[in-house]
């Protein structure tokens, strides 16, 4: 389904036609509530459980892991850079 949304949204940008930002919107509409319905599951469903799974030591290791893969991958200060990015989208198009 999120494919599909993206598609759709890229599908009109290429588009540039008619009611283009119209189409664009309703998809990433579609889209934003997709990805909310997403994490809301993720929050309430799968972290609880991997919370009360988990060892201490083991949460610990994790973390340890996603911090060497974030700093590999993405380089020192990305990650802070992405959430920044997010902040000024947010001001910028939900006010």
Same mark, same amino acid.
């Given at each position: ?32 509530? $997709?990805?909310?319905?997403?994490? %809301? ?6 972290? &609880?459980?991997? #919370?009360?799974? /988990? ?18 991958? $993405?380089?020192?200060?990305?990650? %802070? ?6 902040? &000024?989208?947010? #001001?910028?198009? /939900?006010?």
């Amino acid at each position: 389904m999120g494919r599909e949304f993206a598609k759709k949204m890229n599908e009109e940008i290429q588009k540039r036609t008619g009611l283009w930002k119209t189409d664009f919107f309703t998809h990433a509409k579609k889209y934003i509530d $997709l990805l909310n319905k997403h994490v %809301e599951k993720e929050d309430n469903n799968a972290f &609880k459980i991997a #919370v009360q799974k /988990l060892t201490s030591e083991k949460d610990a290791e994790l973390v340890e892991l996603f911090e060497e893969i974030e700093l590999e991958r $993405l380089g020192i200060g990305k990650h %802070e850079h992405y959430h920044e990015m997010i902040k &000024k989208l947010k #001001v910028k198009y /939900l006010k």
